[in-house]
């Protein structure tokens, strides 16, 4: 895919092409692809990555950079400060006004990124789930802080053994969204999961790819993208992060990288085994990439990227 070759499905008229949808794990060179893709066809870059959001984290994250940024237009990259917790659904009501955007601007838009469940809700919308009172969120939260995941894992199957059961033990972030959502409407969370709504696309008039590198090489540049993140500065600003005392439990405080380093700021891990722990959880974190778009994005062609 670099120049228009990326057109598996032939559209006769390219005027009926909604978007590009990029996807890949993380350090499969997706951003480069996407601000080439952009030059060449007129496009405007969207962001689809969970953690790229946030303004507080541009290394660790991998933002693209002022110049890169300044070659072509690009939306929703750091707009977003780490003391939010910022939801699939609010991204896609933000993707909604960056594609009206993308339209006043009359270029193609082109969203990259690798979080799954943002192209997975671009395609088929989000399931119906209710709104969560900011007072309910927050006594929840205060009420899980300092508790292990694995207790709260416990506290959730107890409450809804449906969804805890889908959930790992280890992810604080999921099993405190479903405990939220049973105390604002005393429903599991997996009633709400049946219906959807607020597809924002159709894959039929969209050209979907994921970038799909050999594991080995892929490894290899996950841990040399990591190394260059710690030499422009990473540990700062990591340093800043913990200097504002954030709820540990949120998005950006449990970027891959971020743990690490913060238990180094501690002096709970030497810096190196704190290095090599954002190498392994980005590896881990690329499987669980490649995971979801295996089973649940079926409408990306799947390239071999190099």
Known sequence: MGHY????????????????????????????????LARELGGVVINADSMAVYRDIPILSARPTPEETGAVPHLLFGHIGAERNYSVGQWLADAKAALDEAAQMGRLPIFV??????????????????????????????EAEGVPAAELHEKLRARDPETAARLRPTDPQRILRALEIFEASGVPLATFQGAREGALLDAARCECVFLAPERAALNARIDARFDRMMAQGALDEVRRLAARGLDPTLPAMRAVGVPGLLAFLRGEMALEAA????????????????????????????????
Do not use: C
């Not at 057109?7 to 601000?35: C, D, F, H, M, Y």
């Not at 469940?117 to 209710?130: D, H, Q, T, V």
């Open 5 to 36: 070759d990326l057109n598996a499905r032939n559209l006769s008229n390219r005027q009926e092409l909604q978007a590009v949808l990029l996807a890949g794990p993380t350090a499969s060179g997706k951003s480069a692809r996407a601000i080439a």
């Open 275 to 306: 290095v090599e722990k954002g190498k392994r959880d980005s590896r881990q974190y690329s499987k669980r990439q490649f995971t979801f778009a295996r089973t649940q994005l079926p409408e990306f062609e799947w390239e071999k990227a190099h």
């Open 113 to 142: 990124g690798g979080t799954g469940m943002y192209f997975k809700a671009l395609l088929r919308g989000l399931s119906n789930i209710p709104a969560v009172p900011e007072a309910v969120r927050a006594r929840v939260r205060a």
